[in-house]
């Protein structure tokens, strides 16, 4: 519902949890508050630390440009810029039916892709939940579970008698594998797992290549598919965003996580020389920007409660873009700051207070709350306060969370337009302007955060930087990882670069 401006009212959370909100007629006066003026004086001291300048933007924009120049240059970098083995960006010609498979933190979704040409396509699509089980069972059986849903979705929605497709014997389907946790490639349809993320444990497919894994699993299914491409969604969010779109050069995902994607010039990826490419051909690089100042922490502006969250992290001293703006950890920043002001007997004095005390209870969604919140007497910052954590607030707290709040959140799409513009200095975007094809919970969600993106590129770049605009990118590990199959379908069957 929609709150009055004053009165009562209520509000649905994406948890299903419903917060009653009341507009109090008098404050606690029994309890003792932190006055407006402490209020106001406290937030000037986080202004500062909170807020950064131009100058110190563009001097973030200069060191984060020679990081990403260093990881084209030699492999094992901090930030990896992975080549991703997909060449140029779509022609618009691509048409044909395509398979896309998308191993997600949550869930397994199968999709049946209809590239029509000209940035047009149709989608048919089925979700498949994942278990906690299944995350932590053995990794060739987690594949087997990604086949079993695949031939699932083939018998459902390509059965011939639905009108569905007419394969001639011997003939496949393309597939794109989207599979977003980091791997060295070495070639598009291969790629070796480092790691797993996002929750994934399961045993012996770490330092093996998973498509081969995954391929296995296709064949004891007796699928009739050919598994083209293994891409990261960041890539294919930037090829969909291309094909709907050929003005976009950029994709960016701003959620739990960050990344980048982009289209460079091989002769200007120096580590990749040997492998005998055109140099005047193009490849998408899968950057990993979230690692950028990781270890060493020179350029980033980081705060002493950064550097807690930092260290208290299951990976400290790495991801240090990220940890400064994800929406994994604004929460955490802002419940640090308000534990601060509680030790120093500014805020909730005479109230129990043990419930801001667990690592991680403040979510980065109340941020966007309070700052959405539209009533005179802050009624959602009331609700967040009482309801989760048992705790009454003056107005002038309230005021002084919004504010708080506001801070973080703009620090945060700050930093993510000198992520941007580090790739628009360096490939030369900014005289013909650009579109960036955005995604994530952040950036979907987040009030304000995209306008503040824009500001944050004026700053750096001045008046030209009006033509570098983000938009709501199209879906990379469905449409884009499809897409990338009919690409390199087409490649190989033109007889180009066969061996990657």
């Known amino acids: 519902m929609v709150l009055s401006r004053r009165g009562s009212g209520s509000i649905t959370l994406a948890s299903g949890q419903t917060l009653a909100l009341h507009t109090r007629t008098q404050d606690e006066e029994d309890l003792p508050h932190a006055t407006k003026k402490t209020m106001a004086d406290h937030l000037r001291k986080y202004e500062s630390i909170f807020t950064l300048t131009p100058q110190r933007m563009r001097m973030i924009v200069e060191a984060f440009k020679e990081t990403l120049e260093l990881g084209l240059e030699k492999p094992k970098q901090v930030v990896p810029m992975i080549p991703t083995y997909v060449f140029g960006f779509p022609t618009g010609k691509e048409i044909g039916d395509y398979l896309a498979v998308d191993l997600g933190g949550t869930n397994l979704r199968v999709c049946l892709v209809s ?10 699509q089925t979700k498949y939940r994942l278990t906690e089980e299944q995350k932590h069972d053995d990794g060739q059986q987690l594949f087997d579970f990604c086949a079993e849903c695949l031939k699932t979705f083939v018998d459902t929605n390509l059965a011939e008698e639905e009108g569905g497709l007419n394969l001639r014997p011997g003939e496949t389907l393309p597939l794109g594998f989207t599979f977003s946790y980091p791997c060295t490639q070495e070639k598009i349809d291969h790629g070796v797992l480092i790691r797993w993320t996002k929750g994934f444990g399961a045993p012996n497919t770490e330092g093996r290549d998973v498509a081969e894994m995954f391929r296995k699993s296709l064949a004891k299914y007796e699928l009739p598919v050919t598994m083209t491409a293994l891409i990261n969604d960041t890539t294919g969010t930037l090829i969909a965003s291309h094909y709907v779109n050929p003005k976009t050069k950029i994709a960016c995902i701003f959620g739990t996580g960050c990344n980048a994607a982009y289209m460079e010039h091989v002769k200007d990826i120096p580590k990749i020389k040997d492998l005998g490419i055109d140099e005047s051909a193009e490849m998408a690089i899968n950057c990993e920007w979230g690692a950028f100042d990781s270890f060493e922490h020179e350029h980033l502006p980081r705060t002493k409660y950064d550097t807690i969250v930092d260290e208290s992290s299951n990976k400290p001293g790495e991801q240090a873009f990220e940890k400064l703006i994800s929406g ?9 700051v308000i534990c601060e002001l509680i030790d120093e007997g500014v805020l909730f004095l005479g109230q129990n207070t043990y419930k801001l005390e667990s690592p991680y209870v403040f979510e980065t969604a109340f941020l966007s709350l ?17 309801h989760f954590f048992a705790v009454e607030t003056t107005l002038a707290e309230r005021q002084f969370f919004r504010a708080l709040a506001m801070l973080i959140g703009r620090r945060a799409a700050r930093l993510s337009a000198c992520g941007i513009a580090s790739i628009v200095s360096k490939m030369g975007y900014l005289d013909e302007g650009c579109l960036v094809g955005a995604d994530g919970s952040l ?6 955060f995209a306008d503040r993106i824009h500001e944050g590129l004026v700053d750096i770049f001045g008046e030209k930087g009006r033509g570098i605009v983000t938009c709501h990118a199209e879906d990379g590990s469905g449409v884009g990882s499809a897409i990338i199959a009919a690409m390199t379908k087409a490649r190989k069957e033109w007889g180009l670069y066969l061996d990657v």
Do not use: A, C, H, W
Not at 115 to 124: A, C, R, W, Y
């Open 370 to 386: 309070m700052e959405s919140d539209p009533t005179d007497e802050l009624l959602m910052i009331i609700g967040i306060f009482s």
């Open 443 to 448: 950036y979907n969600k987040y009030p304000g």
């Open 328 to 336: 994994r950890y604004l929460g955490e920043i802002m419940r640090l």
């Open 115 to 124: 590239v029509q040409g000209e940035g047009k396509f149709e989608i048919t």
